[in-house]
């Protein structure tokens, strides 16, 4: 199994531009997270999927939306990007809710925004 | 919101010696996990907790908990240069679907 990746590992972006941040898993996990990883912030949770077609709002969702047609893809879109939205992306993914379960991290996306 | 916060933000040791990262979390949790964040890596996944034990083992790790005082505590011992990381506690969400992480501990072993 690949786990679960991302792409691009790294982006450039000019503010107002647009863009998906990829994110797949081959491992059938029905939970699927984005979370950003900010300096001194740790991890916060951006948008959190429980299944295909079922997505919800995490910590700090604005400027981002997802969706989940599948349930191997969950891809992050910035619709317009802000300087603000500058930081290490993760994505990850769960089997099901349940107590015991640990999640399963990408090797991120680092984006810079100009 | 993040749940956990860990103490200290910074760690410096020596190989050999050992190492203790403390967590401390604010609402009721079903279970507290750790996690290891090699430089410019994803987590990883050490070992979880569950709210009814008060102590685990894992090869080198040994974790506490104590719900009385919303409080975990990660031990590393006999700590190799390899172990450099940032080390992060994470309690589940209100949602329950994800992770509330903490800021985590940066760990440096020297040779």
């Known amino acids: 199994n690949a786990g679960v990746t991302q792409t691009p590992k790294f982006q450039v972006l000019k503010t107002g531009q647009s863009m998906t941040l990829q994110c797949a898993q081959d491992m059938n996990h029905e939970y699927m997270s984005w979370y950003r990883q900010d300096p001194g912030m740790g991890l916060r949770l951006i948008h959190y999927s429980v299944g295909a077609g079922i997505t919800d709002q995490g910590e700090v969702p604005n400027g981002y939306n997802v969706s989940r047609s599948t349930t191997e893809d969950f891809p992050l879109r910035l619709l317009s990007a802000a300087p603000s939205q500058t930081s290490v992306y993760f994505c990850a993914s769960r089997r099901n809710r349940g107590n015991q379960e640990t999640q399963y991290f990408g090797p991120g996306t680092r984006l810079l925004v100009l | 919101s993040q749940q956990g916060e860990e103490d200290p933000q910074a760690l410096s040791i020596q190989e050999g010696e050992n190492a203790t990262m403390n967590c401390s979390y604010k609402?009721?949790?079903?279970?507290l996990q750790w996690y290891r964040q090699n430089s410019g890596r994803g987590l990883v996944h050490l070992i979880l907790?569950?709210?009814?034990?008060r102590e685990k083992h894992s090869g080198r790790l040994r974790v506490t908990l104590d719900t009385s005082k919303k409080s975990s505590s990660l031990l590393i011992t006999a700590s190799r240069a390899a172990d450099t990381a940032s080390y992060f506690c994470a309690t589940d969400s209100n949602s329950g679907y994800a992770l509330n992480f903490g800021k985590g501990t940066s760990l440096l072993v020297t040779p």
């Open positions: 609402t009721s949790i079903n279970n």
């Open positions: 907790i569950r709210s009814n034990e």
